[in-house]
């Protein structure tokens, strides 16, 4: 059975910091590239940060560059998300998702969420 797990969720200060994590299991974490969405009320969900199978490439969107770091680790079958300097605007649920590369590049899973509040 697939799962993604989301943990680290929370309500913290604007500029403060939170680590996300993702626990994987039921398939071959190694062979998918892992990915953090966020989806804010009344808005479509958006990537935040994405990183390669072997772990060696990242990629985030201009919003979030600089503030956030995506990692894994392949032997423990995790994933994690360190946001720092939060903004408002950060307030989203944020979802993990893993895309399978090579002859898995059909599959992808998602987890169930966890939400981010970043208010005074």
């Known amino acids: 059975q697939v799962q993604l797990v989301e943990s680290g969720g929370g309500l913290v200060q604007p500029g403060g910091s939170l680590r996300l994590s993702c626990a994987a299991s039921?398939?071959?974490?190694?062979?998918?590239?892992m990915s953090w969405y966020r989806q804010a009320p009344g808005k479509e969900r958006e990537l935040v940060a994405t990183?390669?199978?072997?772990?060696?490439?990242?990629n985030y969107p201009n919003s979030v560059k600089g503030r956030f770091t995506i990692s894994r680790d392949n032997a423990k079958n995790t994933v994690d998300l360190q946001m720092n300097n939060l903004k408002p605007e950060d307030t989203a649920v944020y979802y993990c998702?893993?895309?399978?590369?090579?002859?898995?590049?059909?599959?992808?899973?998602w987890g169930q969420g966890t939400q981010v509040t970043v208010s005074s």
């Open positions: 990183i390669s199978a072997p772990g060696r490439n990242t």
């Open positions: 998702y893993a895309q399978g590369t090579g002859i898995y590049f059909t599959r992808n899973y």
């Open positions: 039921g398939f071959t974490f190694s062979n998918y590239a």
